[in-house]
């Protein structure tokens, strides 16, 4: 029988719900007013918000400490300012990451006139001194690799301290992550279909951080089943 590493999952349907009349945020750890116990930050990994916004609308994020910020688009495209200065527009395909400081307000507004966008919005705490590069945008192409995991961020070529794999796969494809650090953490967010992650059934929209481990082993349980998986050394 296998023996399970050490890690725990964090289910879609026990995640902090924050909600307004623009704006519907599920989150993975504590964050503004949502707290649980259970829900404290994972390493440097310090929050993991699936997000829906308006159409034509904006959110302004006020950021309180040192860190990365990561944009993920899943469905749409949104603008990213900093401090009312416009950086970039992020899309389907892209990643979108900027370093940021105590003060900073992150604004991101919906450019579609009629639909509403879903993102993935994810904060690594950072230390205080300014990274070479404190803005960078990847894109990746999930078509032309597919049933495999794409390397989006490499922290050894980008000097980021983390590290961003994303894949989709038909039913029954498998693959095995093997970690860069033995000491690394692993966390793993499925952003659609099912998974048999390590051991472990993963549904949609499901959490997984892993510790002491230094390979993970994946098999998609549906078609067209897409993972997030986040390393950090």
């Known amino acids: ?69 990561m944009i993920i688009p899943v469905t749409g495209k949104a603008n990213c300012t900093i401090n009312n200065n416009i950086l970039n527009t ?3 395909g892209e990643v979108f990451v900027r370093y940021a400081i105590p003060g900073d307000v992150l604004k991101l507004t919906n450019v579609y006139q009629e639909d509403w966008i879903n993102y993935i919005f994810v904060q690594f705490k950072a230390d205080a001194s300014l990274p070479v590069n404190n803005q960078q945008k990847f894109d990746f192409d999930l078509e032309v690799n597919p049933n ?6 490499n922290c050894e070529l980008n000097i980021l301290p983390f590290t961003i794999h994303i894949g989709r796969f038909d039913g029954r494809k498998e693959a095995l992550y093997q970690l860069k650090n033995d000491a690394g953490l692993f966390y793993a967010f499925i952003i659609g279909g099912a998974f048999e992650l390590q051991g472990r059934l993963m549904h949609q929209r499901d959490g997984l951080a892993l510790w002491d481990v230094k390979e993970v082993d994946l098999e998609a349980l549906s078609n067209n089943a897409v993972i997030l998986i986040i390393e950090m050394p």
Do not use: W
């Open 148 to 153: 495999r995991l794409v390397s989006v961020v």
């Open 90 to 92: 992020v899309d389907v």
């Open 1 to 69: 029988m296998e023996l399970l590493s050490s890690g725990q999952i964090y289910l879609a349907d026990h995640r902090g719900f924050l909600e307004d009349a623009i704006s519907r945020r599920s989150c993975s750890f504590n964050y503004e007013s949502y707290f649980n116990e259970h829900r404290e930050p994972f390493g440097n990994l310090k929050t993991l918000n699936d997000e829906i916004l308006a159409a034509a609308q904006s959110i302004s994020i006020n950021i309180d400490s040192f860190c990365y910020l």
